[in-house]
């Protein structure tokens, strides 16, 4: 199995101590009247839901390529990563709004509950981040669902923080401006993965330096030129690549040894580990770097 990967049992185990967190908080933001507490609750809901659903997607994406998925299934990882983000969106605006409302509508708050449950909560959460510690930082998938329960550990020790206050000075405020700030942090941690998954869906180019591709591509012996350039990434890690390059006409099997060349130049040089080369006479050797009349990326000599 790929090292990046989580098991299933550790999925397991973050779903079932975020539904425990869920029906706690619930019941302490209740009869505390802490919304911070109640929005943390409803955090730790979706968590919960974002978790089964990201485990769902590293099951699907380990199926093999087959004649209806040539590529295999590794976007259901991407879809995954980008949803579960897109909900942490959504979920801080939702929370942003109620904390105004409650600013302006202040409420009394049962410290000593509300700290109670917070701690319950931050133990609880932080034994989830250490569970998918191990497979966030190779997977966008797995990184969307650690930061939604990194999130909610921070929302903890925030709600741990007000409620020490508010057990010894009544400050209305504090609450809905401590959910405030939690649900800004949560968007701010989310937002890059929305950018990264929408550029890997939309098939954009990864950042590489083609002109240095282009350099040393050229620089192999035999190759005059190279145009009809494609790069595009199938998830974080594997970017897939095609061109044509211009040669002398020559027999298949002197083609094969340039071919190796490239792959080897571009595996090694560039990380890129899925390539595709089509070997050509005359056709596209006026082509300019940048061709005006359509949108594909051309290189030539």
């Given amino acids: 199995m790929d090292k990046r990967k989580v098991n299933g049992r550790r999925f397991l185990a973050v779903t079932l101590l975020n539904a425990t967190i869920t029906?706690?908080?619930?019941?302490?933001?209740?009869?505390?009247?802490?919304?911070?507490?109640?929005?943390?609750?409803?955090h730790n809901l979706g968590d919960s839901l974002s978790i089964v659903m990201g485990y769902v997607a590293q099951v699907i994406s380990g199926r093999p390529e087959n004649s209806r998925r040539t590529f295999g299934y590794r976007r259901a990882e991407i879809l995954s990563a980008f949803l579960n983000?897109?909900?942490?969106?959504?979920m801080s605006i939702f929370l942003i709004v109620e904390a105004i409302q409650r600013l302006q509508h202040p409420a009394h708050i049962n410290g000593k509950i509300m700290l109670i449950v917070a701690v319950v909560g931050l133990i609880a959460n932080l034994l989830s981040a250490v569970l998918l510690h191990a497979g966030s930082h190779d997977s966008l998938n797995i990184k969307a669902t650690y930061l939604h329960v990194l999130s909610d550990s921070l929302s903890s020790v925030a709600v741990i923080i007000g409620a020490i206050i508010l057990m010894y000075i009544n400050v209305p405020w504090l609450d809905p401006l401590l959910t405030i700030a939690v649900a800004l942090y949560i968007a701010f941690e989310a937002w890059p993965i929305i950018k990264q998954t929408i550029s890997i869906l939309m098939q954009s180019a990864p950042q590489l330096d083609y002109d240095a591709i282009q350099k040393d591509i050229l620089a192999i012996d035999g190759i005059e030129g190279v145009h009809h350039l494609h790069a595009w990434s199938m998830d974080e890690h594997r970017i897939i690549f095609s061109a044509h390059i211009n040669c002398q006409d020559m027999k298949i099997s002197e083609c094969e040894h340039i071919y190796r060349q490239i792959e080897h130049l571009l595996e090694s040089k560039y990380n890129i580990n899925h390539?595709?080369?089509?070997?050509?006479?005359?056709?596209?050797?006026?082509?300019?770097?940048?061709?005006?009349?359509?949108?594909?990326?051309?290189?030539?000599?």
């Avoid at 983000?85 to 959504?90: S, Y």
Wanted: hydrophobic share 45%.
């Fill in 23 to 42: 029906i706690v908080e619930i019941i302490g933001g209740v009869v505390s009247g802490s919304l911070a507490l109640l929005s943390d609750a409803f």
């Fill in 85 to 90: 983000a897109l909900f942490l969106i959504i």
């Fill in 275 to 301: 390539v595709t080369i089509q070997a050509e006479c005359q056709r596209g050797r006026n082509e300019t770097l940048f061709d005006t009349n359509d949108d594909e990326i051309h290189l030539c000599h």
